[in-house]
């Protein structure tokens, strides 16, 4: 069983940045692909971005591509989210997630993920 704990999020100005954190609590979590996802008020949960178990390849919502940088640090169990640009209808509360088999590739859909974070509350104020 992976938990996973996010930080980092909050109030924000619009164009303003934040970088949130998801700590893992196992030192196997350096064999799980992880993501980012997203989910505002009334509406489905999206894709934001992956990232390979061993930091080599990531993958992000076209929405984000250029203003958002996933990455891990493996030593200290914790997947990153840069947030840059950051727009009001960005607002959501963010979730990571990580694939449920050990060495499993990224992927974009979250029903293919098996463990969640409880999610940390996003606000950009326009």
């Known amino acids: 069983q992976v938990q996973l704990v996010e930080s980092g999020g909050g109030l924000v100005q619009a164009g303003g940045s934040l970088r949130l954190s998801c700590a893992a609590s196992?030192?196997?979590?350096?064999?799980?692909?992880m993501a980012w996802f997203r989910q505002a008020p009334g509406q489905e949960r999206e894709f934001v971005a992956a990232i390979r178990w061993n930091g080599g390849s990531t993958n992000y919502a076209d929405s984000v591509k250029g203003r958002f940088t996933i990455s891990r640090d493996n030593a200290k169990t914790t997947v990153y989210l840069q947030m840059n640009s950051l727009k009001p209808e960005e607002t959501a509360v963010y979730y990571c997630?990580?694939?449920?088999?050990?060495?499993?590739?990224?992927?974009?859909?979250?029903?293919?993920?098996?463990?969640w974070g409880q999610g940390t509350q996003v606000t950009v104020s326009s």
């Open positions: 997630a990580a694939r449920i088999t050990p060495a499993q590739a990224p992927s974009l859909f979250s029903h293919e993920y098996g463990y």
């Open positions: 196992r030192r196997t979590f350096s064999s799980y692909a």
